[in-house]
């Protein structure tokens, strides 16, 4: 029986049998969401690319296919996902990755992982093997259902295929270093990025301001002799160790949190143990603290928090979205899983 | 909910229900009043609602929602009504709510460049608004001088440069919706991320079928330093779509990458005066923009792959005047066919770029058979085709064989691998083609989820996917 049909009739049985499952991929990021319940169906055998055109810029590839295999196929052409998705150790696939909405350092100017998806293909709660989006990078006919499933952690189906745009890797990088106290890194980064300079990595962590340029050889030398700040030769490693929260910052088993804000908004608690992302958008904070304060400092930088590491897994620690929003979510889950089988309360303990 | 919608409330009951919080003015009842919203830009399609009302504010939409689900009135929501697949056409049965009040820009925070808007602002007031900081909205669609944006993201519509800044979808941040319901939320936030499933990605291109957006946030970028257009004349449409691959697939991404066939380059360039090359068979035009380095080196790479094959002219742009001059005469392509023929149909299909040479002859092929003239100008960078149909409404049946023609376009698009609509969205213009882009069950899951937002079916019925009864006539056809 192929990995397909096996995942069809494992979705087939559990919805007849009313028993529920959790969709397992690379089981890289079991730790995120709440507790993972039900019968595993294993994403993991069902990989490979199915279809890859460099010059359409457009890869089709199965959802248990590990990004770091689909990375390296795109990077014989020259390509790549360019998201910059965390790859653990190679466990992370690609179904996990969108299902989980998780994008690196480049995410600002590359867009995140669901900015890259054209299409998929989805086993819903009626064991339907569905397809939506496509493989072109223009696509209006229906509901975009794809990129819907982007953060929804499996709660509406399981992604069986992915089709993504894919980019060319830029001929040269380089990365400049600044000693910098973190309030003023918030400025600069959000200054140098209102300037139309090719950016791909802006973060402050330990002290140090870290801009990345990417581009043709013959430009970004001279853009970065511009810049002040001297040249880090040992960036590749920092932005992969970035990518795959593997810096000393992110070492430790105390509360972790990640918020998501504007850019530009003003350091709140700049004494509190920091690692500042994506310009300024994303900002990680380690140590413990009261939730509420946090979500209230979230919310007056127009964006919101979510607790990544400690605390009690049986309580959310997702924003939980208002009431009507709230209300939608229930409904689409309806629509798509009527009977409940996936990944009951893994996103949301009400859903 | 796919049966007949039957509203419980008379006309003029109803309009003195929306004039208890909406200025008299803005419900209109008179026919005349009306008619300016009777079609959107596919003119083809008429209908008169049976109200007019223009909301000034977010809570009057709330009501105005509240009282069209208490009395199952169907609501079409309408931006500037420049939509070309009558997906604002009104319904006979509903309400046209149009959002052209709500045009107010609410906020520019430039330093973390994004912008405020309500949906009725114009697409390109937004970009002019932030030119001051060096800053602009990217997507561009060729009506962006009069579209809204709250149409833009019921269309998730896209523009010339969409391979490297994205569609709308990668240029919103935020959004503020009313349910059908009359509920208020908001989706995405002012940062990049928010946690859960992507909600703000449904909505957009949902074409007014899952909720009303009131409140857009969206991206601005920085204005590149440096810009220049290679415009570039071949003698076969395949060399021509062999270059833009192999640009490509040199590691560059223009910033907008248009073909033009042969007739196309006749009619644009006898109303423009671009200096096109008239004798071409296929023209290029390939934007590149950046710093001055990476701008300069991406032009000597572009003309290096155009001589390799077989460019039959190269000319560079060589100041911002004859940069605007050469995207004139592509900019111009509609209203030049428009002085050609009293009528023309404007198609929208997308493609895999390399079925190009195939899917152009073909088009010559069906053009023949229906004895129609055709023009082609395409998104050559993302595989978006728009073959404009020439016809000429006044004589009987011919709006019938472009129309037949169309269809035929874009069943051929998704014989491909390509899809029915690129930007211009179903409307009411594609739902049978939504039959081949879609299987039962797909075009179920879809109605599902409309279910799910829209439980009476009354946020703009009849359009964007088809219902299963309407599946069921179709494929009996």
Redo the contacts between chains.
């Keep these: 029986m192929t990995s397909l049909a096996h995942m069809l009739e494992q979705v087939s049985d559990a919805v007849s049998e009313s028993r529920l499952l959790c969709i397992v991929g690379g089981n890289s990021k079991s730790d995120i969401g709440h507790e993972l319940i039900g019968d595993p169906v294993a994403v993991s055998g069902h990989t490979g690319i199915v279809d890859y ?6 890869v089709t590839v199965r959802a248990g296919t590990s990004l770091r295999e689909l990375q390296e196929v795109l990077a014989e052409k ?1 390509q790549m996902l360019a998201c910059e998705s965390p790859q653990f150790d190679g466990a992370a696939t690609v179904g996990g990755a969108l299902a989980c ?1 998780q ?1 690196g350092p480049s ?2 100017w590359y ?2 992982i ?2 890259q998806v054209l299409g998929i293909r989805l086993i ?1 709660g ?1 064991a ?1 093997h ?3 989006g ?19 952690m499996g ?2 189906g399981l992604i069986t295929e992915v089709s993504f745009k894919v ?3 830029p ?1 040269t990088t380089q990365t400049i270093r600044r000693r910098l106290e973190s309030n003023t890194a918030i400025r600069v980064m ?1 200054a140098v ?6 950016l791909t990595g802006a973060c402050w962590t330990d002290g140090n301001l870290y801009l990345r340029i990417s ?2 050889a ?2 970004i030398d ?2 970065a002799a511009g810049l002040e700040g001297e040249p880090f030769d040992a960036a590749a490693g920092f932005w992969t160790a970035l990518r795959e929260n593997r810096l000393s910052f992110f070492d430790g088993a105390g509360d972790l949190w990640r ?7 003003m350091h709140a608690k700049p004494d509190g143990d920091w690692l500042i992302d ?1 310009g300024g ?2 900002r990680w904070l380690s140590g413990s603290y009261d939730r509420d304060e946090l979500e209230y400092i979230a919310g007056n ?4 928090v ?1 607790q990544v590491r400690g605390g009690d897994r049986s309580t959310d620690f ?2 939980t ?5 709230r ?3 229930q ?2 889950k ?3 899983d009527p009977a409940g089988v996936f990944n009951r309360g893994r ?2 303990s009400w859903l | 909910m796919n049966g007949p919608i039957t509203s419980t409330v008379d006309t003029a009951t109803l309009a003195t229900k929306f004039r208890a919080f909406i200025d008299d003015d803005f419900v209109i009842t008179d026919a005349d009043a009306k008619r300016p919203f009777e079609c959107d830009g596919l003119f083809v399609y008429k209908e008169m609602p049976r109200l007019v009302v223009m909301p000034a504010s977010t809570e009057e939409v709330q009501k105005a929602m509240r009282l069209c689900f208490d009395h199952c009135v169907p609501v079409v929501v309408r931006g500037a009504g420049t939509g070309l697949s009558g997906g604002a056409l009104p319904h006979p049965e509903g309400v046209l709510l149009s959002l052209s009040r709500l045009s107010r820009i609410l906020d520019i925070n430039h330093d973390a460049r994004l912008a405020r808007v309500q949906p009725g602002v114009r697409n390109v007031a937004i970009s002019e608004a932030c030119d001051e900081f060096g800053l602009f909205y990217a997507p561009d669609p060729s009506s962006q001088i009069a579209c809204s944006i709250g149409g833009n993201v019921a269309e998730n519509a896209g523009g010339v440069h969409c391979l490297k800044y994205g569609l709308t979808i990668h240029n919103i941040l935020q959004l503020t919706v009313v349910t059908i319901e009359g509920e208020l939320f908001t989706v995405g936030n002012e940062g990049l991320d928010s946690a859960g499933p992507d909600l703000m990605a449904l909505l957009i291109g949902s074409e007014g079928m899952l909720a009303v957006v009131t409140e857009v946030v969206v991206k601005l970028l920085p204005k590149p330093s440096h810009c220049k257009v290679v415009l570039a004349s071949f003698a076969t449409i395949e060399a021509a779509g062999d270059a833009v691959g192999a640009v490509i697939a040199n590691g560059i991404i223009p910033a907008g990458f248009e073909m033009m066939d042969s007739y196309a380059i006749k009619v644009a360039e006898d109303f423009a005066k671009a200096g096109y090359d008239v004798d071409a068979a296929a023209l290029l035009l390939c934007e590149l923009d950046g710093t001055a380095g990476e701008v300069d080196s991406c032009v000597a790479q572009s003309i290096e792959v155009f001589e390799r094959h077989g460019a039959t002219s190269i000319r560079i742009s060589q100041n911002e005047a004859e940069r605007a001059l050469f995207w004139k005469g592509r900019k111009s392509a509609f209203p030049a066919i428009g002085r050609i023929s009293p009528d023309y149909y404007c198609m929208d299909g997308t493609i895999p770029r390399r079925s190009l040479s195939r899917v152009l002859c073909e088009i010559s092929r069906l053009a023949a058979e229906f004895d129609l003239r055709v023009a082609n100008v395409f998104h050559a960078g993302d595989g978006n085709i728009h073959p404009l149909i020439l016809f000429d409404q006044s004589k009987p049946g011919e709006l019938q064989k472009a129309e037949a023609f169309g269809a035929k376009i874009l069943e051929l698009c998704v014989e491909v691998g390509g899809c029915i609509t690129g930007e211009h969205g179903v409307g009411v213009e594609k739902l049978q083609q939504m039959l081949i882009q879609f299987n039962d069950a797909e075009l179920a899951q879809l109605n599902a989820v409309k279910d799910a937002l829209d439980p009476k079916g009354l946020l703009n019925p009849g359009k964007g996917v088809p219902t299963l009864k309407r599946c069921q006539e179709y494929r009996s056809l």
């Design positions: 055109q460099p010059t359409e810029l457009v020259n909405a994008s995410r600002p867009g995140s669901r900015d819903n009626k339907e569905l397809r939506f496509g493989q072109v990078m223009k696509n209006v006919a229906g509901y975009d259902v794809s990129r819907l499933q982007a953060g929804a709660i509406f980019l060319p890797i001929e959000n990025c209102k300037t139309p300079l090719p581009g043709q013959s430009a001279a853009i918020l998501s804000v504007r850019a530009s908004a994506w958008a994303r930088a127009g964006g919101e979510t997702f924003p979205p208002a009431e009507p929003h209300a939608m979510l409904r689409l309806q629509a798509f996103l949301y």
